[in-house]
């Protein structure tokens, strides 16, 4: 069954400089996936291709049915896309903004304007001239113009530049129940990581205009997770660098990182150390996106 977004093989050169290089990846449609890399990785590139802003050079895409290179329109028209600039009018207040944008897209709801403002908090601030908001408040009113028309497909790139952590918490609880509630069908660009992990059911890592990797976070886990490095908080005094067979590194006072072969030793180890103190705190260090990714990264330039 095909995807909701194919890319087959794309390849995109800017003055001979080439951005993406024969990119392929499949989007399901109801999926919320992570399109993530560093600055200058080519996302922002991809983006724009897939809503027929830009041409490719070679290769193929398919957004919900439609060609980017000959139905541009079509797709923006089904789809949200939130980008650095946001494509506001700074002269005009936040609520002109969405009162006119909701016209344009042919989408003008009151409650639904209304509902959206109150949602992002920008309901105090409709008033405002935009060239007045904070960069922040900027972002979260771009992501109410992406939304104005309940769209199948929401484009966002680095959504929460600018944001404050409420700010970041506002939006990604936002894309969340956007999801679950409406099935919307969810590509979200960024270069930070650790905000993507509770968010996404996919990710996909781009390097130098490459793929170097995707797939589910469980799936990376499993492929990249050689070992376990388990941080506990306890009072157990350990000395030297290994204790019931695993090694063991001190940092803080009662504070250990033990490094184990697989997640089958976490509880045995757990066991062992309870029977003789207190634990307070347990983690698994090397298993968040950011890890998984470096480790990536490391595989990859090998």
Same mark, same amino acid.
């Given at each position: 069954?095909? #995807?909701?977004?194919?890319?087959?093989?794309?390849? +995109?050169?800017?003055?001979?400089?080439?951005?993406?290089?024969?990119?392929?990846?499949?989007?399901?449609?109801?999926?919320?996936?992570?399109?993530?890399?560093?600055?200058?990785?080519?996302?922002? %590139?991809?983006?724009?291709?897939?809503? =027929?802003?830009?041409?490719?050079?070679?290769?193929?895409?398919?957004?919900?049915?439609?060609?980017?290179?000959?139905? &541009?329109?079509?797709?923006?028209?089904?789809?949200?896309?939130?980008?650095?600039?946001? =494509?506001?009018?700074?002269?005009? @207040?936040?609520? /002109?903004?969405?009162?006119?944008?909701?016209? $344009?897209? #042919?989408?003008?709801?009151?409650?639904?304007?209304?509902?959206?403002?109150?949602?992002?908090?920008?309901?105090?601030?409709?008033?405002?001239?935009?060239?007045?908001?904070? @960069?922040?408040? +900027?972002?979260?009113?771009?992501?109410?113009?992406?939304? *104005?028309?309940?769209?199948?497909?929401?484009? *966002?790139?680095?959504? %929460?530049?600018?944001?404050?952590?409420? =700010?970041?918490?506002?939006?990604?609880?936002?894309?969340?129940?956007?999801?679950?509630? /409406?099935?919307?069908?969810?590509?979200?660009?960024?270069? $930070?990581?650790?905000?993507? /992990?509770?968010?996404?059911?996919?990710?996909?890592?781009?390097?130098? #205009?490459? $793929?170097?990797?995707? &797939?589910?976070?469980?799936?990376?886990?499993?492929?990249?997770?050689?070992?376990?490095?388990?941080?506990?908080? %306890? #009072?157990?005094?350990?000395? &030297?660098?290994?204790?019931?067979?695993?090694?063991?590194?001190?940092?803080?006072?009662?504070?250990?990182?033990? /490094?184990?072969?697989?997640?089958?030793?976490?509880?045995?180890?757990?066991?062992?150390?309870?029977?003789?103190?207190?634990?307070?705190?347990?983690?698994?260090?090397?298993?968040?996106?950011?890890?998984?990714?470096?480790?990536?990264?490391?595989?990859?330039?090998?």
């Amino acid at each position: 069954m095909p #995807g909701f977004i194919e890319a087959v093989h794309v390849s +995109k050169s800017f003055h001979e400089q080439s951005v993406l290089k024969s990119v392929s990846f499949t989007v399901d449609e109801g999926a919320v996936v992570g399109l993530l890399g560093p600055n200058g990785a080519g996302k922002t %590139t991809m983006i724009r291709l897939l809503n =027929g802003v830009i041409v490719a050079d070679s290769g193929s895409m398919i957004v919900g049915g439609y060609n980017p290179i000959e139905s &541009g329109h079509q797709i923006r028209s089904m789809c949200g896309i939130l980008t650095d600039g946001a =494509g506001l009018y700074f002269e005009m @207040t936040g609520l /002109e903004n969405v009162e006119f944008f909701a016209k $344009i897209y #042919g989408a003008y709801n009151k409650n639904r304007i209304y509902s959206l403002l109150e949602e992002f908090e920008l309901s105090e601030h409709m008033n405002k001239k935009v060239g007045l908001y904070s @960069t922040g408040m +900027k972002k979260r009113l771009g992501m109410i113009k992406a939304l *104005l028309h309940k769209p199948k497909m929401l484009f *966002l790139d680095e959504p %929460t530049n600018g944001l404050d952590p409420e =700010g970041i918490r506002l939006v990604y609880e936002y894309v969340k129940k956007l999801n679950a509630q /409406e099935g919307t069908t969810i590509l979200l660009c960024s270069h $930070i990581l650790r905000q993507m /992990e509770d968010v996404c059911h996919s990710f996909m890592f781009l390097e130098n #205009g490459r $793929i170097l990797e995707k &797939g589910s976070k469980k799936e990376l886990e499993e492929k990249y997770v050689k070992n376990v490095i388990l941080k506990i908080e %306890t #009072g157990l005094n350990i000395e &030297g660098e290994s204790w019931q067979g695993f090694r063991v590194n001190s940092g803080d006072p009662h504070m250990y990182e033990f /490094e184990l072969p697989n997640k089958e030793s976490i509880t045995p180890l757990l066991q062992k150390i309870a029977a003789e103190s207190w634990i307070h705190h347990v983690e698994i260090e090397n298993r968040d996106l950011e890890s998984l990714y470096f480790t990536i990264r490391g595989d990859s330039h090998e």
